[in-house]
Nanobody, 122 residues
């Protein structure tokens, strides 16, 4: 059994910051990637950030330089620090576990959190 518990979403003004967290438990993929994906209404789910157990990171083009992903392997917890938020960042953010990545390829695992709403609006 795999359980992903997310927290930290909410409403923020443009230019503000939010910090998301996701704790994974009961996973057989403890040595695999963890990450964040997001989906806005009418759009496909897209990569936000992904991190390996060794700390290598991958970011979606639209968030590079603004978001930072980090990981605590001892607790299997992944974080997403979001700065300089824009209205275009408004979406449901999903935690993901069990993914894989190399320098050239990034893919999610089969385990997803329930999602947390992030709304950026003035």
């Amino acid at each position: 059994q795999v359980q992903l518990v997310e927290s930290g979403g909410g409403l923020v003004q443009p230019g503000g910051s939010l910090r998301l967290s996701c704790a994974a438990s009961g996973s057989i993929f403890s040595s695999n990637d963890m990450g964040w994906y997001r989906q806005a209404p009418g759009k496909q789910r897209e990569l936000v950030a992904q991190i390996t157990s060794g700390g290598s990171t991958h970011y979606g083009d639209s968030v590079k330089g603004r978001f930072t992903i980090s990981r605590d392997n001892a607790t299997n917890t992944v974080y997403l620090q979001m700065n300089s938020l824009k209205p275009e960042d408004t979406a449901v953010y999903y935690c993901n576990a069990g993914g894989w990545s190399t320098r050239l390829h990034v893919g999610p695992g089969n385990y997803w959190g329930q999602g947390t709403q992030v709304t950026v609006s003035s």
